[in-house]
């Protein structure tokens, strides 16, 4: 199979993406698991996870490198999670936060399998809850609320240094479905530019309907 890395740790092969399985051998969450020159990868579906379908609409920044630290709000499962887990590789860590106890339990042996990812249950809403947390490289939101920006605004202020990132994908529906989800992301940025340098943003149609991606950078 003929492929290139748009970003470290990611190989793409016409539409179809991939990351080095940290776990051998284990398929959930992939797609299919493949061998490229000898070595296993996931398969990552842009159907399931938002950051996938953000790398294949085209987004130019993807701050998600080997070792980095991230908070991931609303980690849910950790399907999204696994791939990050296996980009960050083992000198990396993910603080995934989430506020539904079913998913937590989900999440348990996904965080027991990977070496990388320590589960809270929180809300997000509350960064002061989760306040022992050290400072990270990247924030990653996708809680699907009506105050995703204000939610990542507060996080970004306890977490993330100045010159880290941000990644927030924005469901337009859970903000307002009376209205045309362009109107809400030119609404949302407006409120994000006030925080964030927004380095680039993306729709996400047709993976995900009325989902728009941003990649951001906290000023200095
Ligand atoms: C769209 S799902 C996330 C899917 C996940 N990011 C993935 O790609 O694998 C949204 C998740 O955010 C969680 N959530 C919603 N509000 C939250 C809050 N205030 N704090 C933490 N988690 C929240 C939900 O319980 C749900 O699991």
């Not at 509350?126 to 924030?139: A, G, H, N, Q």
């Not at 880290?164 to 994908?169: D, I, K, R, V, W």
């Not at 362009?182 to 009325?210: G, T």
Request: aromatic share 8%; with cysteine; glycine share 6%.
């Amino acid at each position: 199979m003929k492929t290139s890395e748009p970003f470290p740790g990611v190989l793409r092969s016409r539409d179809r993406l991939f990351t080095r399985g940290l776990v051998q051998g284990s398929k959930t969450f992939a797609k299919a698991l493949v061998r490229i020159q000898g070595t296993e990868f996931r398969e990552w579906d842009p159907h399931r996870s938002k950051a996938a379908a953000a790398i294949l609409r085209g987004i130019r920044n993807f701050p998600i490198r080997k070792a980095s630290r991230i908070l991931y709000l609303g980690i849910s499962s950790g399907s999204t999670a696994s791939f990050l887990s296996d980009i960050i590789g083992p000198d990396g860590v993910i603080y995934g936060v989430e506020i539904s106890e079913r998913s937590m339990r989900d999440l348990a042996p996904v965080a027991e399998s990977r070496c990388n990812i320590v589960p809270i249950l929180a809300d997000a809403r509350m960064p002061e809850t989760y306040s022992w947390v050290e400072p990270v490289d990247v924030v990653y939101q996708d809680v699907a609320t009506n105050d995703q920006s204000e939610i990542m605004i507060r996080n970004c202020e306890a977490f993330l240094p100045s010159g880290g990132y941000a990644m927030l994908a924005i469901k337009a529906r859970s903000i307002d479905v009376t209205r045309p989800p362009k109107q809400i992301y030119k609404e949302e940025r407006a409120k994000l530019s006030k925080a964030f340098k927004i380095l680039d943003m993306v729709e996400l149609d047709p993976y995900e309907r009325d989902h728009a991606f941003f990649v951001m950078q906290r000023p200095g």
